[in-house]
């Protein structure tokens, strides 16, 4: 392996400031960045390029399952190049065959389609929806306020968030939005133009919010009676970060009865591919064919490389056991961080979320928050994270996310609740 792998460029090439001018000069500024430079990681740590190291418990927004630099993915990427990397959606392989298999089996009986993103994954369900209620003139999907589905125009359309659609409009017609966890409000909003539904689990960049084991079901039930598919979004909350496959296995596991819930459609993504882009979309058996021939397609979705990784991150995961990992040492790191919020009540109102997706909720109004009060409160403490030697990832402007890796090991957790405490007692002390 060592001879085929490049040692990482020497950190001197890698001058911050060159680096970021690069950016200010040819990269569409479309991104809010922080002033890191990053260079590389090896498992929960990445580095940037003055060298100094970071844990990273963003997990590059719930992406890197396996940490960063896995050999196992290396390994997968090396091996798989060797053979095909590309063929084309005209051709079979097996890779992509096998990883339709894999998330069958873990989801129940029904076929995949595959893309690149979470937004690509979401546009497939879309067009299945449309497809759905075409003879009857259905084409809206409900979603939920707060909800995030991705920066297409029909992901925007679909967001419940203003802040993505605005200086967009005319937003694609035949989305709207109702508040999450409230059934009543999703009854009345169906219309006879409704085909679908589509919800996270947990809301990720709505703030770590997960909907009620009443509710999923209740939806199951609005569904079956009006004839409507029920979609999740399981791009972020998804692949075992809660401790089951999907987040919404693992909030009905507190339903007060067995359920064999399943929704119609679920759209996959981010820790999929490990940091390698792939997406997906698993369709329940009776929607499965909706899509004929010609119907949908992308050119490099489903590509033999991108399925060999997708493969490879799944076996490492069971056979590491990395789903109980997520379950236990987010529970670790669950506790840890309410026992700081208890001794910080005015700095963390909050802590929520399952598994590995955990979520600080800011008191608002922080009255040492050092930094530039043009930005919100979460970019701010992440910034004193960074100094402190800790990634995490905001979401909106009161909430910090954490979304390491799925192999973080208990005492990368106890280091990372150490910073964050110092961090937050610092705030307090001011
Ligand atoms: C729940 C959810 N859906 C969809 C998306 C869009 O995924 P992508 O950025 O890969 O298009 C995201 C991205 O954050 C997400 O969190």
Not at 162 to 177: N, T
Request: glycine residues 12%.
């Amino acid at each position: 392996m060592k001879d085929i792998i490049p040692a990482p460029p020497p950190i001197v090439r890698n001058d911050a400031a060159a680096v970021q001018a690069l950016f200010q000069q040819y990269v569409v500024p479309s991104y809010g960045r922080f002033d890191l430079v990053l260079s590389h990681g090896s498992g929960s740590y990445a580095y940037d390029v003055t060298g100094k190291r970071y844990l990273d418990l963003g997990g590059g927004i719930a992406v890197n399952s396996l940490g960063h630099a896995h050999p196992a993915i290396t390994e997968a990427l090396i091996e798989q190049s060797r053979k095909l990397l590309h063929v084309s959606n005209f051709y079979y392989h097996e890779p992509q065959g096998r990883l339709a298999q894999a998330l069958v089996k873990l989801l129940g009986p029904g076929k995949c389609f595959f893309c690149n993103s979470g937004v690509e994954a979401n546009e497939g369900l879309f067009k299945v929806a449309r497809k759905f209620g075409h003879n009857e003139g259905r084409f809206e999907v409900i979603t939920a306020l707060q909800s995030f589905h991705g920066r297409t125009l029909a992901g925007i359309a679909a967001t419940g968030q203003e802040k993505v659609k605005q200086g967009f409009e005319p937003m694609v017609a035949g989305f709207r939005q109702v508040p999450p966890n409230d059934l009543d409000a999703m009854r009345t909003a169906i219309s006879p133009a409704t085909a679908a539904i589509l919800i996270e689990g947990i809301q990720g960049e709505g703030g770590v919010t997960p909907v009620s084991p009443d509710y999923l079901l209740g939806l199951r039930r609005l569904c079956d009676e009006e004839k409507l598919l029920l979609f999740m979004d399981g791009v972020q909350d998804g692949h075992f970060r809660t401790g089951r496959f999907q987040s919404f296995q693992r909030i009905l596991e507190s339903a007060e009865s067995q359920t064999d819930f399943l929704p119609d459609g679920v759209s996959m993504a981010k820790s999929l591919g490990g940091g390698f882009p792939v997406g997906a979309f698993w369709l329940r058996a009776p929607y499965a064919d909706l899509l004929g021939a010609g119907a949908h397609g992308t050119t490099f979705g489903g590509s033999p490389l991108a399925c060999a990784v997708a493969l490879k991150v799944l076996e490492v995961i069971q056979r590491e056991g990395l789903a109980e990992r997520a379950r236990r040492v987010g529970e670790f790191l669950k506790a840890g961080l309410e026992q700081i919020a208890q001794k910080h009540p005015g700095i963390i109102t909050q802590v929520r979320g399952l598994g590995l997706m955990l979520g600080l909720a800011l008191a608002p109004n922080l009255a040492n928050l050092p930094g530039d009060p043009a930005k919100t409160q979460a970019v701010r403490v992440a910034n004193l994270l960074h100094t402190a030697g800790v990634l995490s990832i905001p979401a909106g402007a009161q909430i910090l996310r954490l979304l390491p890796p799925l192999n973080l090991r208990q005492s990368e957790a106890e280091e990372g609740l150490k910073i964050i405490e110092s961090v937050l007692a610092s705030l307090a002390a001011r």
